[in-house]
Nanobody
Framework: QVQLVESGGGLVQAGRSLRLSCAAS????????MHWYRQAPGNQRELVAT???????NYADSVKGRFTISRDNAKNTMYLQMNNLKPEDTAVYYC???????????????WGQGTQVTVSS
């Protein structure tokens, strides 16, 4: 079993920055592709950014140029650097990962519990 735990959320003023972390723990696993999602009240969960194990990244148009996704495979941790935050970035941010585990090299998808980001105007 693998656990994903997000941290780094909080309340900030518009224009400021936050850095989210997603740490994976467990035994006998390897993280494959990872994502950050977010969900604002009344809205569907939306994909914010994706990063492959090799570090190739993609972003939603709404965050391009402001957010940077990264990962440290040795630490089993993914990050989201969020700059120039806007009130519309307010949401619960979730970590998501495809995880290989052994024995058997099974592939399973995991979610974290989420961390709240609130941006005031």
């Amino acid at each position: 079993q693998v656990q994903l735990v997000e941290s780094g959320g909080g309340l900030v003023q518009a224009g400021r920055s936050l850095r989210l972390s997603c740490a994976a723990s467990g035994s006998a696993f390897s993280l494959n592709i990872m994502h950050w999602y977010r969900q604002a009240p009344g809205n569907q969960r939306e994909l914010v950014a994706t990063i492959t194990r090799e570090g190739s990244a993609n972003y939603a148009d709404s965050v391009k140029g402001r957010f940077t996704i990264s990962r440290d495979n040795a630490k089993n941790t993914m990050y989201l650097q969020m700059n120039n935050l806007k009130p519309e970035d307010t949401a619960v941010y979730y970590c998501n990962a495809d995880v290989y585990s052994w024995p058997g090299m099974s592939l399973k998808n995991y979610w974290g519990q989420g961390t709240q980001v609130t941006v005031s105007s």
